[in-house]
């Protein structure tokens, strides 16, 4: 018998969510000047409704310029908070937890007229535009802006915080090889603005902390989980959760299958001793149970599934036999 089922209660630090299935976040390019709109309330709340147990907001940027794009979240201005507020409190409603993913574009941003920032002066692609290499002055200002946008996610009533050190953005791109070439201080250790930025938030608010990030550059002279865990390792008392995907430093063809991720997040999980979210086009109840029930990850997060599907839980618990909370007037589904 699995040692773990997916519907199981997991804890992290005080905060209890009722089972292992996370939705990954998805950026919805519908925000206006960084606020929410209805879109976000019917596409979050139908998730709660159909019983995820963390949902992971989409990444709200830090600071204005540190947007992907002009239809990005933000969490720059006390004036994004009660929109998030309202959605949370729904989703509070039906039982799913609520983390917010906070981050900055870095030298993958596409604002007009704005100066993208980098660890070095190396843009992304030929259709990017250079970034400045950061001095100083601008780390400690995006530092500052993490530890706000802590705040205001702690105001706004999240059950946790997610950094996004993923995906090739500024954090991505201070940890890979590929993307920084300094020689100072953030240069001899690519971890340390990420250990900064986790310090300040530690000092300023007692929400669990996640940090996501690419486990691999898929680049021979990339990332790998052994250097990716060589780098967080001294982060350890900083974080409570890893969230582990991949890629998106330099452009890079992948081989994408279900759970094509999960190697990493398990290597990851084994060497930090961490709890770890995995995934990577997961689909399918039986695979994601028997990842948890092996402990290969402590649970599973759903990126498209659940875009396909709000309400995968439902037939994931039932195809499993497992129990779940089903909201009343959906009860009758049980019974077909």
């Known amino acids: 018998m699995d040692k773990t089922l997916l519907f199981s209660p997991w804890k992290i630090k005080d905060l209890e969510l009722k089972n ?3 939705m990954a976040p998805m950026d919805q390019y519908s925000a206006r ?7 976000h309330t019917y596409h979050y709340v139908s998730r709660a409704i159909g019983q995820v147990g963390l949902i992971i907001f989409e990444v709200a940027a830090v600071s204005a310029n540190g947007r992907i794009s002009s239809e990005d979240l933000g969490i720059y201005e006390d004036k994004h908070i009660e929109g998030l507020a309202k ?6 409603k039906y039982g799913s937890k609520v983390a917010l993913q ?3 574009a870095g030298r993958k941003g596409q604002l007009k007229d704005t100066q993208l920032l980098a660890p070095s002066a190396l843009r992304f692609n030929e259709s990017y535009a250079t970034p400045k290499e950061m001095d100083t002055n601008d780390i400690k200002q995006v530092i500052l802006e993490f530890k706000q946008a802590g705040l205001r996610a702690k105001q706004a009533g999240f059950d946790a915080l997610e950094i996004h ?9 201070f940890l890979s090889p590929l993307s920084n070439h300094r020689n100072d ?3 001899k250790n690519r971890a340390l603005i990420l250990q900064e930025i986790l310090e300040s938030l530690r000092e300023t608010i007692d929400l669990p902390l996640t940090v996501r990030v690419s486990a691999a550059d898929y680049h021979k002279q990339g990332n790998t989980p052994e250097k990716i865990a060589q780098l967080l390792e001294p982060l350890d008392s900083l974080y409570d ?8 430093v330099v452009e890079v063809p992948i081989k994408v299958y279900p759970g094509y991720q999960i190697s990493g997040a398990g290597y990851l999980r084994d060497a930090l001793g961490k709890p770890t979210i995995g995934g990577g086009a997961l689909e399918e109840p039986k695979m994601a149970q028997r990842l948890v029930g092996s402990q290969v990850v402590d649970a599973i997060y759903l990126a498209r599934a659940l875009l396909k599907n709000p309400f995968w839980c439902f037939n994931a618990a039932l ?3 497992q129990e779940i909370e089903i909201p009343k007037p959906y009860a009758r589904m049980v019974h077909l």
Request: hydrophobic share 40%.
């Open 319 to 321: 195809s499993l036999g």
């Open 165 to 173: 050190a993923a995906h090739g953005y500024l954090l991505s791109s």
């Open 20 to 22: 292992r299935v996370v």
């Open 33 to 39: 000047d960084g606020h929410v709109n209805d879109w």
């Open 102 to 104: 906070i981050g900055h």
């Open 241 to 248: 959760v890893l969230n582990v995907s991949s890629g998106g």
């Open 185 to 187: 201080a953030y240069g």
């Open 87 to 92: 959605i949370v409190k729904e989703c509070h």
